[in-house]
């Protein structure tokens, strides 16, 4: 193991809430001092193509061509394709615009001709102009598969059937990752984990973004060996989720949905949480739950207001 160098930074990351937390971050750091580690548990096949939502919302956040109105797709988006599928008879429930269609063409020719899924992010990244080393947790396929509460004997059914085809409207009952016991971290992920001077765990969804993250064999055991340097940002704020069903899920699968239901769930691997202003009669009830709290602005509406939060994190556990 190389040691820890302290300029650097690793970052567990989802989707929306990670790539505005990457974005200050990187105002506030080099970006070759930073690692971001992607979910790949909503990654999916449409049309025969790889689609990798997470990646790519960070990726076009941090090129500042992510569509502002939906924190995901590109902006300036044409939608060509999509009409003339619907007009065929076709799936056009999942929004796949021209330019974001020419990436999941380019990263599902590549991964025929063999190239794995991290080796083409690092292609698509630098094609992007990123200097950051942006990683998927694995390149072993991992699927994150949902099970609706409601009826009692309702089948799983697949991440983006729930996320997007059923607007996240159903209640929960079970969260599983498959494929996940046998996944490997890719190359570079435990080796950054292990030499960040600062882990961050992004104020992402814990079940449907961290979760598939975590639960990657090895990586919890890494986090927890140096808990003291791992620091998560809430994504719960005034016990609801800013986007996504967080909030919901939480309750849904028996956890109380607020900062000290997060505290809960992360402090056997990370030692300080972010909560907001919001949340600040909470802040002991977080440090009972074995996280030490910092209490600042969480909301990131602006990227100068997430380049605070990103300095506000890194302070908690390497001091100003
Ligand atoms: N989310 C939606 O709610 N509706 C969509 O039609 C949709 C299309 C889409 C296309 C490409 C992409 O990279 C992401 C897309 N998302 C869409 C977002 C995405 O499915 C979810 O936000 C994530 O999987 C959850 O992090």
Redesign the pocket.
């Known amino acids: 193991m190389t040691a820890p160098r302290a300029e650097t930074v690793a970052v567990l990351a989802?989707?929306?809430g990670a790539a505005r937390f990457l974005n200050g971050l990187l105002r506030v750091r080099r970006p070759a001092d930073v690692a971001a580690i992607v979910?790949v548990g909503?990654d999916f096949t449409l049309h025969g193509l790889h689609?990798?939502?997470?990646l790519?919302?960070v990726t076009y956040t941090l090129a500042g061509q992510i569509n502002p109105e939906?924190?995901?797709?590109r902006a300036g988006e044409t939608w060509r394709v999509l009409t003339e599928l619907g007009r065929l008879g076709g799936q056009d429930?999942?929004?796949?615009g021209d330019l974001?269609l020419a990436l999941h063409l380019f990263r599902t020719q590549r991964r025929s001709e063999g190239a794995s899924l991290s080796q083409v992010t690092g292609e698509i990244s630098a094609s992007f102009g990123l200097e950051l080393r942006l990683l998927p947790i694995s390149d072993d396929p991992i699927q994150t598969r949902i099970t609706p509460a409601e009826p009692a004997d309702a089948p799983e059914i697949d991440?983006?059937d729930y996320?997007?085809a059923q607007?996240h409207g159903i209640a929960v009952r079970a969260v599983r990752f498959a494929g996940i016991e046998t996944a490997q971290p890719a190359p570079g992920v435990l080796d950054s984990l292990d030499t960040a001077g600062v882990v961050v765990v992004a104020p992402s969804?814990p079940f449907?973004?961290i979760g598939p993250v975590v639960e990657v064999p090895g990586v919890r055991a890494t986090l927890s060996r140096r808990r003291d340097s791992v620091v998560a940002v809430s994504p719960i704020v005034g016990g609801t989720s800013i986007k996504?069903p967080a909030g919901a899920m939480m309750r849904e699968l028996g956890h109380e949905p607020s900062v000290v239901g997060i505290a809960r769930l992360y402090a056997e691997f990370a030692s300080t949480l972010v909560i907001d202003d919001s949340d600040r009669d909470l802040a002991d009830a977080v440090a009972d739950a074995g996280m030490t709290p910092v209490v600042t602005d969480t909301i990131m509406s602006s990227p100068e207001r997430a380049a605070a939060l990103a300095r506000t994190t890194l302070d908690a556990v390497n001091g100003p």
Not at 51 to 54: K, L, R, V
Not at 70 to 73: A, F, Y
């Open positions: 989802g989707g929306v979910n909503d689609i990798s939502p997470d790519d919302t939906t924190g995901w797709g429930w999942f929004m796949l974001d991440f983006q996320f997007v607007r969804n449907v973004s996504g």
